[in-house]
């Protein structure tokens, strides 16, 4: 993983953001780095900043009281999260899981200064707008996925938009995580992994699935 100092990763942002708010966003924030494997925020945990990707992916999923756990959307590289957002700026607790996919470092924008950029700078208030339209985007695409196809067909698209995030064919996750994700058990993941396997459209290892042209 890349590793930067602020005045770097603000240099990312600066096809996105206006100088003066580059410049505020240098003062204002701060570095974090996540482990992959790490969940950075939980339900009801207060969000006092905003994360902007730097690098890696994050999973952001929602979670009952029986700790079922379904996939939103991920966030990538130079992207935020839209739930973080509104919650923030709402001064609302967590109502979402955020969790590294891999190893990744953040640049965390502190709540207080976001009222004022929304009005201040343009651009950071289409960051915002087009950030919350994204993301809702997505998570209709899920409702949609849930709701009017068949759950082989959910694990395709699912697989397919792993191998898209990570930039690999290759996908470290177990048959139980696929399972968490698309709400379902993994005795039904392992069934219809099996079945693709057969019809020579992957090959399943030990914690990994190689995804193959025929899918």
């Not at 890349?2 to 996105?16: I, L, N, S, Y």
């Amino acid at each position: 993983m890349t590793m930067f100092d602020v005045k770097a990763a603000v240099k990312k942002f600066e096809t996105t953001f206006e100088p003066a708010l580059l410049a505020e966003l240098e003062a204002s924030s701060m570095l974090m780095n996540v482990k992959g494997g790490d969940t950075m925020l939980n339900p009801g945990q207060t969000i006092r900043a905003v994360p902007l990707l730097l690098s890696g992916t994050f999973k952001v999923s929602r979670v009952n009281d029986e700790g079922q756990e379904i996939l939103l959307y991920y966030v990538k590289e130079g992207e935020s999260c839209a739930m973080t957002f509104t919650c923030c700026m709402m001064s609302h607790f967590s109502v979402i899981r955020g969790t590294a996919e891999e190893d990744s470092e953040l640049l965390c924008v502190p709540m207080d200064v976001m009222d004022g950029w929304m009005i201040k700078y343009p651009t950071w208030k289409r960051f915002v707008m087009q950030t919350i339209l994204n993301r809702f985007t997505e998570i209709l695409k899920s409702i949609d996925d849930i709701a009017f196809k068949k759950l082989d067909d959910r694990l395709v698209n699912y697989l397919k938009e792993k191998a898209k995030t990570t930039g690999s064919s290759l996908i470290n996750l177990t048959h139980q995580q696929i399972g968490d994700d698309l709400g379902t058990s993994r005795v039904v993941v392992s069934r219809l992994l099996k079945k693709l396997e057969t019809d020579n459209k992957l090959l399943l290892y030990y914690n990994q699935i190689k995804l193959l042209s025929e899918l």
